[in-house]
């Protein structure tokens, strides 16, 4: 099973240039990082209300990422906001999207290409080797919201972080996308980490969204 992560970095992969979207400043890593956090709440690892998120079992889990999240939370005995950790995790990993497609590389699901460009600059692209994963997740995603079937908790998880990410486009045409916004809303209420977490990403990229106006217009001379 792939973990929320790897399901949203699946989302936001165009799938005919085998590139990243174009989303707003930090958004996939802020999302990436509460996808993380998300998957360790499910594991009983963290708990979390809509103003703090606890480490309640620091026990290792056997996956890298998330054992190094776990140990950046233990070096703080109080609790802090999901906001907070949003932000400390993405500051910690290097490159968090880039981590995160490495280990879809390494389950066959990607490979990595490099082109030259101008014959000076290299452009990293990761096709497709086995869609089935991406074309189950987004077809999943789609018959759940457009119908009236009661989600299990994980994809309320990953709902909230399509939400967060501003993904809806990647699943949804524009006609259906009315229709589907009323029932994400919906669905990304239903469960109160989920919801905690949404609500950090989206006050983070509100602040990144104001401070890259400010740099690209606002400015003084």
């Not at 999302?31 to 708990?47: F, P, Q, T, V, Y």
């Not at 109080?78 to 390494?106: C, D, V």
């Amino acid at each position: 099973m792939l973990t929320f992560a790897e399901e949203l970095l699946l989302i936001a992969l165009d799938d005919e240039k085998g590139i990243l979207i174009d989303l707003p400043v930090l958004s996939l890593e802020y999302s990436l990082a509460g996808a993380i956090l998300m998957e360790l709440a499910l594991k009983n690892r963290i708990d979390s209300d809509l103003e703090k998120l606890m480490l309640i079992d620091d026990s290792p889990t056997g996956d890298e990422v998330f054992d190094k999240v776990i140990d950046i939370i233990r070096q703080f005995p109080e609790s802090k906001s999901a906001k907070h950790w949003i932000i400390e995790i993405t500051r910690q990993f290097e490159n968090l999207p880039h981590l995160i497609l490495e280990k879809l590389i390494n389950q066959g699901i990607l490979r990595k290409e490099e082109h030259k460009i101008l014959w000076v600059f290299r452009k990293r692209r990761y096709p497709m080797i086995n869609d089935t994963e991406e074309k189950e997740v987004k077809t999943r995603i789609r018959e759940l919201i457009l119908s009236d079937e009661i989600p299990d908790p994980r994809d309320v998880v990953l709902i909230s972080l399509i939400k967060s990410c501003g993904l809806i486009d990647e699943i949804f045409s524009k006609d259906e996308q009315q229709q589907a916004l009323s029932r994400i809303e919906q669905i990304a209420k239903m469960d109160l980490i989920g919801l905690a977490l949404s609500n950090a990403v989206q006050e983070i990229q509100k602040l990144i969204s104001s401070a890259v106006a400010y740099v690209t217009v606002g400015m003084p001379a």
